[in-house]
């Protein structure tokens, strides 16, 4: 179905990332990829998950260091001339500032998370932009903090209501050129970026209780939704936020 399609996954940091489960899916349909890895000690992690992907690039990239992303695109450009996905999937809070009150979160952690979870995002659409030449898909993850109050997740949810907000900003302002772009919002899953949420366990339970499936969703389900997106068949969605949560933002 993706057959001659070649894309970027960005989040890579486990086998249990939802990138990689995305990284996953979309490869076994046939598509190309490209991954990154955040710094040299993430690298021994990533790498032999990007051998497994059979992915053709392997860069590394942190948001946070002035060119890296623009460096990445660089490499895309040369290697390839053309790019018909982006998959972003990073988010990132400071400790203290996650676990503290919203109202109390420093500047600098509002900064922070805000560039790393949300403007990337952004800067990543105005890179692949002219790299789109025949369309594409933007796909980024959020969470059901965005829209309601979920306990412990504090800071994050103003951070996700800002990324969800981009997407519908930027799927105005792209679609004129055939790119399309979604949020795609999980329900909790045991990543190494969910583990830093305080009490992450009782709202993992929480979840599966309330779900009305009675379970949690794992990274495959969230990678198919993520190809089904990428895909063709979704020619007529854009701008919107795909819930993969066995149902939980339904219930009160």
């Not at 772009?181 to 709202?203: C, K, M, N, Q, W």
Request: net charge neutral.
């Amino acid at each position: 179905m993706l057959r001659g399609r070649r894309g970027l996954v960005v989040g890579i940091a486990n086998e249990h990332s939802i990138a990689f489960g995305c990284a996953a899916t979309l490869r076994a349909l046939g598509a190309e990829i490209g991954v990154t890895y955040l710094n040299e000690k993430a690298e021994r992690f990533v790498r032999p998950l990007a051998e497994r992907l059979e992915a053709s690039l392997c860069l590394p990239l942190d948001v946070e260091r002035p060119g890296e992303l623009e460096a990445v695109f660089e490499t895309i450009r040369q290697r390839w001339g053309r790019l018909d996905f982006v998959v972003h999937s990073i988010a990132f809070a400071p400790r203290e500032d996650l676990h503290g009150r919203v109202i109390d979160v420093s500047a600098e952690g509002f900064a922070r998370a805000m560039h790393i979870s949300c403007w990337s995002f952004l800067r990543m659409a105005h890179l692949a932009e002219p790299l789109m030449t025949e369309g594409g898909v933007l796909v980024t993850m959020s969470y059901y903090g965005a829209d309601k109050v979920v306990e412990n997740y504090n800071i994050m949810g103003p951070v996700k209501a800002a990324l969800e907000a981009s997407v519908r900003y930027a799927a105005n302002e792209l679609g004129a050129k055939g790119i399309r772009v979604f949020a795609l919002s999980p329900g909790p899953l045991r990543t190494r970026a969910a583990s830093g949420i305080a009490h992450f366990d009782e709202l993992i339970e929480r979840a599966r209780e309330r779900a009305p499936q009675g379970r949690l969703v794992d990274i495959a389900e969230v990678g198919r939704v993520c190809a089904f997106l990428v895909s063709p068949a979704s020619s007529g969605m854009t701008g919107d936020t795909i819930y993969v949560d066995a149902g939980l933002h339904n219930v009160a």
